[in-house]
């Protein structure tokens, strides 16, 4: 079964610097993945998503992403934070399932950004 | 613009008392999906349309239920709502094929009195 973790609970970072979410996934074959946003109150807003190809994926908002399969990782990294970056930022695993797409979630990464 | 819309934005029912929630899609997606999301927690699949065939998960209570009338619209029926079904429901839609993003609506946050 598919897995996603996310170490850490909570982030704070100050605006203007960089920014490194971590994501760590456990997947039988070569997964789907994907970064989603949050902010309060709302839906998931897709950042970027990773299925083949070059292993540093970009996103929109300036995010990007680096796929590492030795490691079993698919961090998120932004080089410089704005205060609309504070949001909620789950890590997902898709898996084929009845022809949708299965997302098992991590279990999310709130960022706090400070003046 | 294409979306994904759920109304209510937020809805407020009693113990017991039935609620429906509605998702609708302008994307012309095949596959439909209901999350729930509690508070500080990731979502949780419910179950998932792919056109008219209801995949639901192995976990997903017996008082969820869900109708899919035609391509556009899902509905989410909670038969008799505890006080541990107050969450935010998310609706999301995608094309066929694992490798194919969902897009999320708004979600509906349900508090149950």
């Known amino acids: 079964a598919q897995s996603v973790t996310q170490p850490d609970i909570h982030i704070t970072v100050s605006e203007g610097a960089s920014l490194e979410l971590r994501c760590n996934y456990s997947?039988?074959?070569?997964?789907?993945l994907f970064w989603y946003v949050q902010s309060p109150g709302q839906g998931l807003q897709l950042l970027l998503k990773?299925?083949?190809?070059?292993?540093l994926v970009q996103g929109i908002k300036g995010f990007e992403a680096e796929f590492k399969r030795s490691q079993s990782s698919f961090n998120l990294r932004k080089p410089s934070v704005h205060w609309s970056d504070a949001a909620e930022y789950f890590c997902?695993?898709?898996?084929?399932?009845?022809?949708?797409?299965?997302?098992?979630f991590g279990g999310g990464t709130r960022v706090l950004v400070k003046p | 613009d294409a979306m994904v819309i759920q109304n209510p934005r937020y809805q407020v029912t009693q113990f017991g008392k039935p609620v429906t929630l509605s998702c609708s899609q302008t994307?012309?997606?095949?596959?439909m999906y209901w999350y729930q999301q509690k508070s500080s927690q990731a979502p949780k699949l419910l179950f998932h349309?792919?056109?008219?065939?209801?995949?639901n998960e192995a976990d997903t209570p017996d008082n969820f239920q869900s109708r899919r009338p035609n391509t556009s619209f899902c509905f989410l029926d909670i038969r008799s709502p505890g006080l541990g079904d107050a969450a935010m429901y998310l609706c999301?839609?995608?094309?066929?094929?694992?490798?194919?993003?969902?897009?999320f609506g708004p979600g509906t946050r349900l508090t149950v009195l």
């Open positions: 999301a839609t995608s094309r066929t094929g694992g490798y194919n993003e969902q897009f």
């Open positions: 997947y039988g074959a070569t997964p789907y």
């Open positions: 990773y299925f083949s190809g070059d292993t």
């Open positions: 997902a695993v898709g898996a084929q399932k009845a022809a949708g797409n299965k997302l098992t």
């Open positions: 994307l012309n997606h095949n596959v």
């Open positions: 349309y792919y056109d008219k065939d209801f995949n």
